[in-house]
């Protein structure tokens, strides 16, 4: 077990108004570290953890795993943290290295201090977290909104992007079902009851595990009724930026997801990348790295093999 060092953050009524990321209360930031170290107890043991200052704020940030080589970063989905990759990290670190971030903005150990005004604000944290940990372009492998967080990176700065793969991604190639808005405008009210919260997070993962069965559910249900985050609209990328990308892509979309027709999303993306790697999983739920662990692993593995 690794100890988690919890760093000081935004908490109480007097963050209110400064447009930054920040736990409602005390309590709840009590409530989310105890959350954050079960879910950490879950994980292979970190080789290095590090907060990682740029212009908008600190940026948690684990290495995981020995060798050389260029490092696979993890940004994870919304309203999670590096805890959820505790199904995934066995897996990968087989293929190499691994560095995983908090999102900054997002519930987890990041602590934003200067507020985001749209993506390219977005893209500039996470260029210069990345531009601390590594002097070189990085593989990402971002899950739901991490994968978009890839994305807009790539878009914007390039020279940070070895290679690119994303999991049921959303704002890509396509934008939100109704049924995801939903789920977003009841994961934000303060007063929803613990047990609505539940099943918003099971609906997400097509039914197959109870939040509250699951030290990441846990997690991110604290999330959801703990932090609140003031993030721009996420802005889906134009046919032209999308085109400009050069670092090979790998995108793997959900046939069961509630986020978007996956197969209409896909038909999109191999008009917009040609040359890009795009599956549909068709037993996946948006939880997909949770569900298929093993195989993302090996398909990471063939993908990082052509690509470097």
């Given at each position: 077990?690794?100890?988690?060092?919890?760093?000081?953050?935004?908490?109480?009524?007097?963050?209110?108004?400064?447009?930054?990321?920040?736990?409602?209360?005390?309590?709840?930031?009590?409530?989310?570290?105890?959350?954050?170290?079960?879910?950490?107890?879950?994980?292979?043991?970190?080789?290095?953890?590090?907060?990682?200052?740029?212009r908008f704020g600190t940026v948690r940030a684990y290495r995981f795993g020995e060798g050389g080589g260029t490092p696979l970063v993890l940004l994870p989905g919304?309203?999670?943290?590096?805890?959820?990759?505790?199904?995934?990290?066995?897996?990968?670190?087989?293929?190499?290295?691994?560095?995983?971030?908090?999102?900054?903005?997002?519930?987890?150990?990041?602590?934003?201090?200067?507020?985001?005004?749209?993506?390219?604000?977005?893209?500039?944290?996470?260029?210069?977290?990345?531009?601390?940990?590594?002097?070189?372009?990085?593989?990402?492998?971002?899950?739901?909104?991490?994968?978009?967080?890839?994305?807009?990176?790539?878009?914007?700065?390039?020279?940070?992007?070895?290679?690119?793969?994303?999991?049921?991604?959303?704002?890509?190639?396509?934008?939100?079902?109704?049924?995801?808005?939903?789920?977003?405008?009841?994961?934000?009210?303060?007063?929803?009851?613990?047990?609505?919260?539940?099943?918003?997070?099971?609906?997400?993962?097509?039914?197959?595990?109870?939040?509250?069965?699951?030290?990441?559910?846990?997690?991110i249900a604290s999330g959801m009724r703990d932090f609140a985050a003031y993030l721009p609209m996420t802005k889906q990328p134009t046919k032209q930026q999308l085109?400009?990308?050069?670092?090979?892509?790998?995108?793997?979309?959900?046939?069961?997801?509630?986020?978007?027709?996956?197969?209409?999303?896909?038909?999109?993306?191999?008009?917009?990348?040609?040359?890009?790697?795009?599956?549909?999983?068709?037993?996946?739920?948006?939880?997909?790295?949770?569900?298929?662990?093993?195989?993302?692993?090996?398909?990471?593995?063939?993908?990082?093999?052509?690509?470097?």
């Open positions: 077990m690794t100890t988690v060092d919890f760093p000081e953050h935004n908490v109480g009524p007097s963050c209110k108004g400064k447009r930054i990321g920040y736990f409602r209360e005390a309590a709840g930031y009590t409530r989310y570290k105890s959350a954050y170290q079960a879910g950490f107890d879950q994980l292979p043991a970190p080789r290095e953890a590090v907060d990682v200052p740029t919304r309203q999670a943290a590096t805890p959820m990759w505790a199904a995934n990290l066995a897996g990968l670190l087989e293929v190499r290295p691994v560095i995983t971030l908090d999102l900054l903005g997002e519930p987890g150990l990041s602590v934003q201090s200067e507020p985001f005004t749209d993506g390219l604000d977005q893209a500039a944290w996470l260029a210069e977290a990345l531009r601390g940990l590594q002097p070189g372009p990085v593989h990402l492998l971002g899950v739901s909104i991490g994968g978009w967080a890839a994305v807009n990176l790539a878009v914007h700065h390039p020279d940070r992007v070895a290679s690119l793969a994303i999991l049921d991604a959303p704002s890509v190639f396509g934008g939100f079902s109704w049924k995801m808005i939903a789920v977003s405008l009841g994961s934000v009210l303060p007063g929803m009851p613990e047990r609505w919260r539940n099943k918003l997070l099971s609906w997400i993962s097509g039914g197959v595990t109870a939040p509250e069965d699951a030290p990441e559910g846990k997690l085109s400009a990308i050069t670092a090979p892509v790998l995108g793997i979309y959900a046939g069961r997801s509630i986020v978007h027709d996956s197969r209409r999303i896909v038909a999109k993306a191999r008009k917009a990348l040609p040359a890009a790697q795009l599956e549909v999983w068709p037993e996946a739920s948006h939880a997909i790295n949770g569900e298929f662990p093993q195989e993302i692993a090996d398909r990471m593995r063939k993908f990082l093999a052509d690509a470097s």
